[in-house]
């Protein structure tokens, strides 16, 4: 049985699994589906066309399937926004459907997505992923597994971030950043982020092989894409991490891949 609070207000079509709790003065519009033991704190609005995962909980203030954002968006296009299990959405936190019919905004899941945080239409959130308070997504940003997302940091539209990267607080990207980085400042990649491959208990020397890829990688100044090929021929792609980091440079980019500062940082080495 699910408790929805008596001053809540629940539209048509609204799909409600067993255990859900949804609080006073919540809003869930027509043809929403939430799942299994999912909590709506009061004051949260989930508008139509949301699907909503098993054991999220999304709290007071938090908007989820707002209007995109976007000049000409047909307001009579009934897009979605899919937000997978286990996902907390915390408070003032705004999440905005996509601007296609067919499309759709998605938070993968076991995210974390903080106080007053931002996903603007049509992006794509990694699973294990966290955007810190006062994040900001543009429109169809693609964010990759077990990312970090710091406080005040902004990511620009269409831009594509690589599993396991770190955005440090207050810093902002207009290009890719490829799987791995620590990203800061503006656009810039400064190191390696070992600290969640640790957690991940990633084998030493698997470590230890990213690490001399990505280090013989930002030796040369020169076409990312050329020099990623010329490492794979050269048999630097002989680990899933190093086969994902290489990799991501051949991909097409609508925004171009963000350079290394001068010094390359390993952060989290002894």
């Known amino acids: 049985m699910s408790d929805v609070h008596s001053l809540a207000i629940i539209g048509k079509n609204v799909s409600l699994d067993d255990g859900i709790r949804i609080g006073p003065y919540a809003i869930v519009e027509n043809n929403v589906k939430i799942g299994r033991g999912t909590i709506i704190a009061s004051h949260a609005i989930v508008r139509s066309g949301t699907t909503i995962g098993e054991r999220c909980f999304i709290d007071s203030f938090a908007v989820i399937g707002?209007?995109?954002?976007?000049?000409?968006?047909?307001?009579?296009?009934?897009?979605?926004?899919?937000?997978?299990?286990?996902t907390?959405?915390?408070?003032?936190?705004?999440?905005?459907?996509?601007?296609?019919e067919t499309g759709f905004t998605k938070v993968g899941n076991s995210c974390m997505l903080q106080s007053g945080i931002h996903v603007a239409h049509d992006c794509e959130i990694g699973d294990h992923s966290i955007l810190a308070s006062g994040a900001m997504l543009g429109g169809k940003v693609k964010l990759g597994q077990k990312c970090f997302i710091g406080g005040g940091a902004a990511v620009h539209q269409n831009v594509v971030v690589g599993d396991c990267v770190i955005l440090s607080g207050n810093s902002a990207t207009a290009l890719d950043l490829p799987p791995y980085a620590i990203a800061a400042d503006v656009s810039c990649v400064i190191g390696l982020n070992l600290v969640?491959?640790?957690?991940?208990?990633m084998d030493n020397r698997n470590i230890v092989i990213l690490k001399e890829c990505f280090r013989e990688f930002y030796k040369r100044n020169r076409n990312y894409r050329e020099r990623a090929k010329v490492m794979l021929?050269?048999?630097?792609?002989?680990?899933?991490?190093t086969l994902n980091f290489l990799n991501f440079f051949l991909r097409d980019s609508k925004r171009g891949i963000a350079p290394k500062r001068h010094k390359i940082v390993t952060y989290g080495s002894a």
Request: hydrophobic share 25%.
């Open 66 to 86: 707002g209007l995109p954002q976007h000049e000409t968006f047909d307001v009579t296009i009934p897009s979605k926004v899919i937000v997978g299990n286990n």
């Open 88 to 100: 907390t959405i915390r408070e003032h936190a705004t999440i905005h459907r996509a601007t296609s």
């Open 196 to 201: 969640r491959l640790r957690r991940e208990k």
């Open 233 to 241: 021929e050269s048999g630097y792609g002989t680990t899933p991490e």
